[in-house]
């Protein structure tokens, strides 16, 4: 039933502002009985690659029906499309702007609209600058609410939607060239290879000159010391025990790695 289900919400607002509870707000308004539970608020400003990543691995655990609000949205105000998408165990409200793109990569898209019909808005006049609680956390209530996606706007063919361009990581003859596809709170450095490339054969992994050992846990170095390991998230990270990752490489996001894959036995 419609008083059970859940609203997440995602987006770079932080928690300074008052943004963030005035989508709440918004939410409670046409349903109070929602339950709206925050991803994040602390997407760096404008980065839509980090909101794809940490909607990508949030979005499984969560129940099916549940309504993903994400507002990353450097593009408010212009042409971009306001859409909201039913996939097969959710449904995804925000701008098209790629920062989707990620859960596309797992989950299907059922039916896809535009937000046109601003019967389902705060206001039939947006603001410019936030749609979040003028189109996206409205139409997300409304959605939690069992009103039919069709209603909200016009149908989308969703092989239009933009995709945001990551690239894929590329096999080498000593192992896999990838990149640095988010930074977490810690400074762990997550990479875009996937455990599955590594699992099974030892390896290390190469950033510049850099040669790191790979390990099971963080603290299979000293304190201090870099050490390489498949994150909770499923993909290849580098971090460091007790500290930070970025800040003692000093790189970026979009910054190479290569993954080697060794034939002798770690210790």
């Known amino acids: 039933m419609s008083e059970n289900r859940i609203v997440t919400l995602l987006s770079d607002f932080g928690l ?10 918004v939410i409670a308004q046409i349903n109070p009985a929602l339950t709206v539970v925050d991803l994040t608020h602390q997407i760096p400003p404008q ?25 990353v949205d ?24 790629g920062l989707f793109s990620g859960v596309l990569n797992h989950d299907s898209v ?6 046109t019909n601003p019967d389902y808005w705060q206001t039939p006049t947006p603001s410019q600058t936030f749609h979040g609680r003028d189109i996206f956390a409205p139409v997300a209530a409304h959605l939690a609410s069992d009103v ?12 239009t939607l933009v995709q945001l361009a990551i690239p894929e990581p590329t096999k080498t003859a000593i192992g896999v060239v ?17 455990a599955a490339e590594v699992e099974g054969t030892p390896w290390s992994l190469a ?29 290849v990270e580098i971090a460091v025990n007790s500290g930070s990752a970025q800040s003692e490489l000093q790189v970026d996001l979009g ?5 080697v894959l060794t034939t002798t036995t770690k210790r």
């Open 47 to 71: 980065n839509i690659a980090a909101a794809r990543f940490s909607l990508m691995n949030a979005y499984p655990y969560f129940p099916t029906g549940t309504v993903h609000v994400a507002v």
């Open 148 to 159: 039919p996606l069709a209603q909200l706007g016009n149908t989308l063919n969703p092989s």
């Open 255 to 259: 910054t190479i790695v290569e993954v």
């Open 16 to 25: 300074r502002d008052v943004y963030v509870g005035v989508m709440k707000g």
């Open 74 to 97: 450097p593009g408010v105000g212009s042409q971009r499309r306001a859409i909201a998408l039913q996939l097969e165990s959710g449904f995804l409200v925000g701008p098209d702007n």
């Open 110 to 115: 059922v039916a896809a609209v535009e937000l």
């Open 207 to 235: 950033v510049g000159d850099r040669q790191i050992p790979s390990g099971q846990t963080y603290s299979d170095r000293p304190l201090g010391e870099v050490v390489t390991l498949i994150g909770s998230h499923g993909w």
């Open 178 to 194: 990838g990149c640095i596809q988010y930074i977490d709170y810690f400074g762990n450095l997550i990479t875009n290879i996937p």
